[in-house]
């Protein structure tokens, strides 16, 4: 188990699976909350992705501090790093299957059907992690969930190429129903280079690098990637840098027990009173300030 802070438990594949797999376990959702290795239920984050199909119970999952109704039948959708909790009643426990995977399970082979950064729940661009599914379409989805289900459990001949490929279908399906709701982004450039920008800002937030400098590893002028940030989010790129700095800080403060000049060094920042000054400006309140909250449900 990898851990940036003493009380945000960052878990591997391995960390929760019965056996040690090929980057990939699927499982129901009964025996994921019911495994006794690690409290799930608590706020945590993961090295890998998740897909929850939710096909009964109740309750919510909070994201970042954002709640989310367990409304079935459902897909949610987890990406790296994401702080997370779940809140149910043991009677209302969610029932469906769960997919974890690792990224370099998804690209393996030369896989080269979709990316994940094609899909608008990984890293998203204002996009929610929860997808709704139409009755009549639960069945579908089921059955595809079933075969990942018995193709994981059989320990076959191939099995690892077999279960991409159905991996690759579930994200397909799921991407095809967020087109036909008119929530997803069209698929243009701009989008793309969006994309490519969240994803490195998830890798270097703490560097709190320059928009310069991130668009040299993009390969784009600084001048480009700004206008692009502005037109997908209607933010400047600066400030997106700046809200997953921020985002950073808030987890730290309100699940670890560091100190506040703890965090700010963790972040990258040589001056706490510098980061008490950027978190109230950004946050409204000091960093101890918003420790002391009460946590809020968010809306």
Do not use: N
């Not at 409290?39 to 709640?67: K, P």
């Not at 400047?236 to 403060?253: D, F, P, S």
């Not at 920042?269 to 909250?293: I, N, T, V």
């Amino acid at each position: 188990m990898e851990q940036t802070a003493p009380s945000i438990p960052i878990y591997s594949i391995p960390d929760l699976a019965a056996s040690a797999g090929p980057g990939i376990e699927v499982l129901p959702l009964a025996q994921a909350f019911g495994q006794p290795r690690r409290d799930i239920l608590a706020a945590h984050r993961h090295s890998f992705y998740e897909v929850f199909w939710i096909t009964g119970g109740g309750g919510a999952i909070t994201i970042d501090f954002r709640s989310h109704a367990i409304a079935p039948p459902m897909l949610c959708f987890l990406s790296p790093g994401q702080v997370h909790s779940w809140d149910f009643a043991p009677e209302a426990t969610p029932q469906g299957q769960l997919v974890r995977f690792a990224s370099t399970f998804f690209a393996a082979e030369g896989a080269r059907h979709i990316q994940l950064a094609d899909l608008p729940w990984f890293y998203a661009v204002d996009a929610p992690p929860t997808l709704a599914v139409e009755a009549a379409r639960q069945a579908h989805f089921s059955d595809l969930l079933g075969h990942l289900q018995h193709e994981y459990s059989a320990q076959q001949e191939d099995r690892e190429t077999m279960l991409r490929a159905y991996l690759h279908i579930l994200l397909i399906e799921a991407k095809r129903l967020v087109a036909q709701a008119g929530a997803a982004p069209a698929a243009t450039a701009d989008y793309a280079l969006t994309k490519r920008f969240l994803a490195l800002v998830e890798q270097r937030y703490a560097e709190q690098g320059a928009v310069a400098s991130y668009a040299q590893q993009l390969h784009v002028t600084a001048s480009h990637l700004g206008e692009v940030i502005r037109r997908t989010t209607g933010r400047t790129a600066g400030a997106v840098i700046r809200e997953r700095l921020l985002l950073e800080a808030k987890r730290l403060l309100r699940h670890s027990p560091l100190a506040v000049a703890e965090i700010a060094f963790q972040l990258g920042f040589d001056d706490p009173s510098y980061f008490g000054r950027f978190f109230r400006r950004h946050a409204g309140s000091s960093p101890g300030e918003f420790r002391r909250m009460p946590e809020k449900v968010p809306e």
